[in-house]
């Protein structure tokens, strides 16, 4: 089109004539000549020129440019040509006439949206491919366009942003927004992390009630399975295996289904990305052919239908059998007060007191081998009616096994400090710095070596390792969190006298931000910082998935997700460093306290017990309000019982 008899002082007038509806070639008269010249692809470049003064004609001009042809473009009067050798270079300025204003435009790359608008000013025209115009903009100032790039059709989008050059020329740049990459890589990571993280709390508790189960069955359940097993003593990384092996059921299906979320957030890291290359009619070259947009594996959406079907199930059939069953717990069993409650039988207490005060959990459980006990109610000393855990000799098999008294082992002893080294800890250091180092190592590798052709591929596979590896992380953190919460009152009642409220009736959460909180509030803060980094490790397991660079990914993007998880992995390094040391200041006991026996063990020669009297049935609020009336301090040290042996004993402290 050419206009005549005024200035064409901005793009929106070279449009004027007709506004450029959505998909519309634009012709556009050719310099010289009386017809136009169609443009159909990004091959030509484009460029304004105004001849002359106010009365000459004035035209848009361009040149045709074949694919792979270095452009030639003239710079300001008498300074040569500019030499483009790319689209990703900027197409140099032009000199418009006497005003001397320059007309600046950027080459955009590939699946680029931009929006100009008509002169009526009711809005503006949608350029959705090369074969439109490219930009607007006012004569009165300088403009340059940007673009990034987009998903999917331009007519399933809005616009991201608006900016506003000159004389109200408008660009709208379309792009591949916050949103979209939220939706592209995270949001299905972020639910499937979510799921596992609310099977992490179904599974902890399933086995913290586990015993009480057991010991609230008709004829109890022998001390080798009930007192000496699950509770807070898990691991989650073994799933179901520890429940196989003793036979319980349904402990063993929640494990199967707790690792069975373990894999979603993996899964889910593949089962949306974005695709470039699904065989458009009109590819370009180049890594990224075709317009960025959202795919689904249908492949591996099936298989999360089918693990999702089996953990509702798994949830329902769990559901039922709490609803049929009863634990004949009176409150939270994980604190010492809930156990201290349910263990002043004087026959539980002497079978306990037969055991050497230097035995191990192992060695514990052999002393106790055979013996039944039940969750019941009994008579007390004065007649009163009690409850708690009970003898049930003579309602089993077992009772011919049963031997009345306890064969000391040489050597038990040396193991008082064998709790004080976790495996845990030194596998999760080694993970840590193993997932650090990839990271890191990805980040700084921009050659064309096979480490990072692969995880910059756009296959099955660096979003799984990554994303799976992180759940591993997350995995072995929550095992470290909840073994500081277990020792964290005991690491206390050691140092210094202290208060009920923030030891014996310290009751620990297995939802990580409940933890965190109840941590701080309790003024744990070292438990705290390790419960917050549980937290961030399931932001890692969220953010790593975006760290391979495929096709179709921004680059803000991929410096978010790597930023990120560089960030949280380097944060891991120092806590788990915090916590190799803090060991150091845990008490040298024989035993951890993450049984039901264990714990038992050393509140057996306690004279706190008689402070429960009359609170067995008794809920947990009531409880601890009784407790914190008496108003007693308390203390974990080696006393001697009444056998003259040196014993680890929570106590309160004696005046």
Same mark, same amino acid.
């Given at each position: 089109?050419?206009?005549s008899?005024?200035?064409v002082?901005s793009?929106?007038?070279?449009?004027?004539?007709?506004?450029?509806?959505?998909?519309?070639?634009?012709?556009?008269?050719?310099?010289?000549?009386?017809?136009?010249?169609?443009?159909?692809?990004?091959?030509?470049v484009?460029?304004?020129i105004?001849?002359?003064?106010?009365?000459?004609?004035q035209?848009?001009?361009?040149?045709?440019?074949?694919?792979?042809?270095?452009?030639?473009?003239?710079?300001?009067?008498?300074?040569?040509?500019?030499?483009v050798?790319?689209?990703?270079?900027?197409?140099?300025?032009?000199?418009?006439?006497?005003?001397?204003?320059?007309?600046?435009f950027?080459?955009?790359?590939?699946?680029?949206?931009?929006?100009?608008?008509?002169?009526?000013?009711?809005?503006?025209?949608?350029?959705?491919?090369?074969t439109q115009?490219?930009?607007?903009?006012?004569?009165?100032?300088?403009?340059?366009?940007?673009?990034?790039?987009?998903?999917?059709?331009?007519?399933?989008?809005?616009?991201?942003?608006?900016?506003?050059?000159?004389?109200?020329?408008?660009?709208?740049?379309?792009?591949?927004?916050?949103?979209?990459?939220?939706?592209?890589?995270?949001?299905a990571?972020?639910?499937?992390?979510?799921?596992?993280?609310?099977?992490?709390v179904?599974?902890?508790? #399933?086995?913290?009630?586990?015993?009480f189960?057991?010991?609230?069955?008709?004829n109890?359940?022998?001390?080798?399975?009930?007192?000496?097993?699950?509770?807070?003593?898990q691991?989650?990384?073994?799933?179901?295996?520890?429940?196989?092996?003793?036979?319980?059921?349904?402990?063993?299906?929640v494990?199967?289904?707790y690792?069975?979320?373990?894999?979603?957030?993996?899964?889910?890291?593949?089962?949306?990305?974005?695709d470039?290359?699904w065989?458009?009619?009109?590819?370009?070259?180049?890594?990224?052919?075709?317009?960025?947009r959202?795919?689904a594996?249908?492949?591996?959406?099936?298989?999360?239908?089918g693990?999702?079907? #089996?953990?509702?199930?798994?949830?329902?059939?769990?559901?039922?059998?709490?609803?049929l069953t009863?634990?004949?717990?009176?409150?939270?069993p994980?604190?010492?007060?809930?156990?201290?409650?349910l263990?002043?039988?004087? &026959?539980?207490?002497?079978?306990?007191?037969?055991?050497p005060?230097?035995?191990?959990?192992?060695n514990?459980?052999?002393?106790?081998?055979?013996?039944?006990?039940k969750?019941?109610?009994?008579k007390?000393?004065?007649?009163?009616?009690?409850?708690?855990?009970?003898?049930?000799?003579?309602?089993?098999?077992d009772e011919?096994?049963?031997?009345?008294?306890?064969?000391?082992?040489?050597?038990?002893?040396?193991s008082?400090?064998?709790?004080?080294f976790?495996?845990?800890?030194?596998?999760?250091v080694?993970?840590?710095l193993?997932?650090?180092?990839v990271?890191?190592?990805?980040?700084?590798?921009?050659?064309?070596?096979?480490?990072?052709?692969? #995880?910059?591929?756009?296959?099955?596979?660096?979003?799984?390792?990554?994303?799976?590896?992180?759940?591993?992380?997350?995995s072995?953190?929550?095992?470290?969190?909840?073994?500081?919460?277990?020792?964290?009152?005991?690491?206390?009642?050691?140092?210094?006298?202290?208060?009920?409220?923030s030891?014996?009736l310290?009751?620990?959460?297995?939802?990580?931000?409940? &933890?965190?909180?109840?941590?701080?509030?309790n003024r744990?803060?070292?438990?705290?910082?390790?419960t917050?980094?549980?937290?961030?490790?399931e932001g890692?397991?969220?953010?790593?998935s975006?760290?391979?660079?495929?096709?179709?990914q921004?680059w803000?993007?991929?410096l978010?997700?790597?930023?990120?998880?560089?960030?949280?992995?380097?944060?891991?390094?120092?806590?788990?460093?915090?916590?190799?040391?803090?060991?150091?200041?845990?008490?040298k006991?024989?035993?951890?306290?993450?049984?039901?026996?264990?714990?038992?063990?050393?509140?057996?020669?306690?004279?706190m017990?008689?402070d429960f009297?009359?609170?067995?049935?008794?809920?947990?609020?009531?409880?601890?309000?009784?407790?914190r009336?008496?108003?007693?301090?308390?203390?974990?040290l080696?006393?001697?019982?009444?056998?003259g042996?040196?014993?680890?004993?929570?106590?309160?402290?004696?005046?």
């Open positions: 089109m050419t206009v008899g005024s200035v002082d793009w929106t007038q070279v449009v004027s004539a007709t506004t450029v509806p959505i998909y519309t070639v634009v012709n556009v008269a050719a310099s010289g000549s009386g017809s136009s010249t169609q443009v159909t692809s990004w091959t030509q484009v460029s304004a105004i001849p002359g003064g106010a009365s000459a004609t035209q848009v001009s361009l040149t045709t440019v074949p694919s792979k042809t270095v452009i030639m473009i003239q710079a300001t009067a008498g300074t040569g040509s500019t030499q050798t790319s689209w990703a270079q900027v197409v140099s300025a032009v000199t418009l006439g006497a005003s001397s204003q320059r007309l600046s950027t080459t955009v790359p590939s699946y680029t949206v931009i929006n100009i608008p008509d002169t009526s000013g009711r809005g503006s025209t949608l350029v959705t491919s090369w115009v490219v930009e607007t903009v006012s004569l009165s100032g300088t403009a340059t366009a940007t673009a990034t790039q987009v998903p999917t059709s331009p007519a399933d989008n809005t616009a991201s942003s608006e900016d506003t050059y000159g004389k109200g020329a408008t660009i709208l740049r379309y792009s591949w927004n916050t949103e979209q990459t939220f939706l592209g890589t995270y949001l990571v972020l639910i499937a992390v979510i799921y596992r993280m609310f099977w992490t179904i599974n902890n508790n #399933f086995n913290l009630i586990e015993p189960r057991r010991l609230n069955e008709s109890g359940a022998v001390a080798e399975r009930a007192l000496f097993s699950f509770y807070q003593a691991s989650t990384l073994l799933g179901p295996l520890p429940a196989l092996l003793k036979r319980r059921w349904a402990l063993a299906l494990g199967t289904t690792l069975v979320t373990c894999v979603m957030p993996a899964l889910g890291s593949e089962a949306i990305y974005v470039t290359n065989g458009c009619t009109n590819p370009m070259e180049g890594p990224n052919p075709c317009q960025a959202m795919t594996d249908v492949t591996i959406l099936r298989i999360l239908q693990l999702l079907a #089996f953990a509702a199930l798994a949830l329902l059939m769990l559901i039922s059998l709490l609803l009863k634990t004949g717990l009176p409150a939270n994980s604190s010492m007060a809930t156990v201290a409650s263990m002043r039988n004087p &026959a539980l207490l002497d079978d306990l007191n037969e055991i005060p230097d035995a191990d959990t192992k514990m459980r052999a002393a106790l081998s055979g013996r039944r006990y969750l019941d109610a009994y007390t000393g004065t007649g009163e009616l009690g409850y708690g855990i009970v003898p049930a000799y003579g309602n089993g098999q011919p096994n049963h031997s009345p008294g306890y064969a000391p082992l040489a050597g038990v002893a040396r008082s400090r064998s709790h004080r976790r495996l845990t800890d030194l596998v999760l080694l993970a840590v193993g997932i650090f180092g990271v890191l190592a990805y980040y700084f590798d921009g050659k064309h070596d096979g480490f990072n052709d692969y #995880f910059s591929s756009n296959t099955f596979g660096p979003r799984f390792i990554l994303t799976f590896a992180a759940t591993i992380v997350a072995l953190w929550k095992t470290v969190e909840q073994s500081a919460v277990i020792v964290a009152p005991y690491t206390r009642l050691a140092h210094h006298p202290s208060s009920a409220k030891t014996i310290f009751t620990p959460h297995n939802t990580t931000v409940l &933890a965190t909180l109840t941590a701080i509030w744990y803060f070292l438990v705290a910082i390790v917050f980094v549980t937290l961030t490790a890692l397991n969220i953010v790593i975006g760290v391979p660079y495929a096709t179709g921004t803000t993007q991929f978010v997700s790597i930023y990120m998880s560089l960030g949280i992995l380097g944060l891991m390094v120092v806590v788990s460093v915090l916590v190799v040391l803090s060991r150091r200041r845990e008490p006991m024989p035993r951890k306290p993450d049984t039901v026996g264990t714990v038992m063990s050393y509140l057996s020669t306690s004279k017990l008689h009297d009359g609170v067995d049935w008794q809920d947990g609020e009531e409880r601890d309000r009784r407790i009336l008496v108003g007693k301090r308390y203390t974990f080696q006393r001697r019982r009444e056998d042996k040196q014993a680890w004993s929570v106590d309160e402290v004696y005046e």
